[in-house]
């Protein structure tokens, strides 16, 4: 029992509040809803749900509408958390729980409307709304849990398994600058030319370090790590921030660009896609590439009638 406590209040692995795995594991809990609704339908004497052409699928939709709704503004909150304090196992669990009732006391509601059910008191058709909720729910919240835990462990392991060197050169004792890059623990990852890096892209707790090897073919390493660490550690490089989630080595940078939609990079590789430039980091970028003699190439004033058209 003291094992368990000391579980439920130590801090929740960052990866449960990433963006893409709270958006993951909405989008999972939907669709098995969804699915095990249908299943439950023919065996339950309070659902109301229909598909097809009846005023009860208009019901339907808005009571799924909402429910979505519900879990979208609690999973932005729960991201949103990470700001104010640090969530424990227990405050998540207690937060999904709160999820369910929340939903369950609004299915309460509609049913009693809708149904306006006579044998039956609001204590029941709740306590059933809660059983069945809470499996249409909470199991989707475990699955999404386990294999999100399964792919940080996977992708932890990968990095234990790092040789650390990511080119396949022979040592060079020119003048050319080495970049190395260290993991949250200060263990040494990665080290690479500068001349085979092009650029770093966040991905929650990991980045991904797009380089190219002595082929010249372009491969990534993804590493545990923050951007705002890499910036911080080569100020006054070749490596510059362009966006929340991209940073470019200045050496790649084949164009600099203005669209109608903002500014734009073109590295010097046709399989990199172009990189956006936000409005926080514009002023610094223009300003690193003025002083390096590179101006910013202007759309046509073709291109700027057909925009406009």
Same mark, same amino acid.
């Given at each position: 029992?003291?094992?368990?406590? /000391? ?14 795995q709270l958006l993951g ?36 939709? %808005? *009571? ?8 979208? /503004? ?58 069945? %909720?809470? #499996?249409?729910? #909470? ?15 996977? $992708?932890? #392991? ?22 190395t890059l260290f993991d ?41 790590? $923050? ?13 510059? $921030? ?21 500014? *734009? ?17 514009? /002023? ?6 003025? %002083?390096? %003699? ?16």
């Open positions: 029992m003291v094992k368990c406590d /000391a579980i439920m209040n130590n801090k929740l692995p960052d990866y449960f509040l990433g963006k893409y594991t909405v989008t999972f809990s939907v669709l098995f809803a969804i699915v095990f609704l249908n299943i439950y339908i023919p065996f339950s004497d309070t659902a109301w749900f229909r598909l097809g052409d009846s005023v009860f699928f208009l019901f339907t939709a %808005g *009571f799924i509408s909402i429910s979505i709704l519900i879990m979208i /503004a609690s999973r932005i909150l729960m991201y949103n958390t990470k700001k104010w304090f640090q969530m424990t196992y227990l405050v998540y669990v207690l937060w999904c729980i709160a999820e369910v009732v929340m939903i369950c006391a609004f299915y309460t509601f509609v049913t009693i409307d809708v149904q306006k059910p006579v044998n039956m008191s609001m204590l029941m058709i709740f306590s059933k709304a809660l059983l069945y %909720g809470t #499996i249409a729910l #909470i199991i989707p919240e475990i699955i999404s849990g386990m294999y999100f835990a399964l792919a940080d462990k996977n $992708r932890t #392991i990968r990095l234990m398994n790092s040789t650390g060197v990511v080119t396949e050169e022979e040592p060079s004792h020119t003048d050319e600058s080495q970049i949250t623990n200060g263990a040494l990852k990665l080290s690479l030319k500068s001349s085979n890096l092009y650029y770093i892209e966040s991905d929650d707790n990991y980045i991904n370090v797009w380089y190219t090897d002595s082929k010249g073919k372009l491969k990534m390493y993804m590493l545990r790590s $923050r951007l705002k660490t890499i910036e911080d550690s080569f100020k006054d490089s070749s490596l510059l $921030r362009c966006h929340r989630k991209y940073i470019v080595n200045t050496k790649k940078v084949k164009v600099l660009r203005k669209e109608a939609d903002g500014y *734009f990079i073109d590295l010097d590789n046709e399989a990199i896609p172009p990189i956006a430039i936000t409005r926080t980091y514009l /002023a610094n970028v223009i300003n690193h590439f003025s %002083g390096a %003699g590179i101006a910013p190439v202007q759309p046509s004033q073709e291109d700027e009638a057909e925009e406009e058209n």
